[in-house]
T-cell receptor
């Protein structure tokens, strides 16, 4: 079982609200990632971080933002949620030398 | 798709039978990984095969890699109902960034 946690697991929120999805890991991994996944579809990388104060956008454009102030914490924020943001958001981490990624359980976001 | 194709998209077999899933990718790679995702959950790493390896085993899993054809296969032998899940291949696109490119996945149903 990977030591990577995401909260909340499920979130239903109205259009225009600001939300923050939490992700934390206790493995001391330098690299962390956020993916967006629609039901039955592939994962798309939306943000990644190589370490503290290092964040970059992924391959899929996203209106969300991230921060990496502490090694263990990589929150994702949506300033103004829209129905098009409805999806599952998966957080992952990996060690510098490893290529294996460890995934959290995901946050299923529904914007009404 | 960023990655290429996985086939079949869906597979339904009886318990005890073998299940084979295929993955094709587009770029050169350092390694290829397979992950499993149970419904509504995060991904779990199954096996990693490096570009200079042709075959790898882990328990009931066997992975093959053909870099000349840019393809890989995952074989699950003597399947169990608990193997019911979606299976994704992922490649690193020959980068050392840790970023992965995921395929579209194969949904496997194992009937008891």
């Amino acid at each position: 079982e990977a030591d990577i946690y995401q909260t909340p697991r499920y979130l239903v929120i109205g259009t225009g609200k600001k939300i923050t999805l939490e992700c934390s890991q206790t493995m001391g991994h330098d690299k962390m990632y956020w993916y967006q996944q629609d039901p039955g579809m592939e994962l798309h990388l939306i943000h990644y971080s190589y370490g503290v104060n290092s964040t970059e956008k992924g391959d899929l454009s996203s209106e969300s933002t991230v921060s990496r102030i502490r090694t263990e914490h990589f929150p994702l924020t949506l300033e103004s949620a829209r129905p098009s943001h409805t999806s599952q958001y998966l957080c992952a981490s990996s060690d510098t030398g490893d290529r294996e990624q460890y995934f959290g359980p995901g946050t299923r976001l529904t914007v009404t | 798709s960023q990655q290429g194709e996985e086939d079949p998209q869906a597979l339904s077999i009886q318990e005890g039978e073998n299940a084979t899933m295929n993955c094709s990718y587009k770029t050169s790679i350092n390694n290829l990984q397979w992950y499993r995702q149970n419904s509504g959950r995060g991904l779990v790493h199954l096996i990693l095969i490096r570009s200079n390896e042709r075959e790898k085993h882990s328990g009931r899993l066997r992975v093959t890699l053909d870099t000349s054809k840019k393809s890989s296969s995952l074989l699950i032998t003597a399947s169990r109902a608990a193997d019911t899940a979606s299976y994704f291949c992922a490649t690193d696109g020959s980068s050392n960034t840790g970023k992965l490119i995921f395929g579209q996945g194969t949904t496997l149903q194992v009937k008891p």
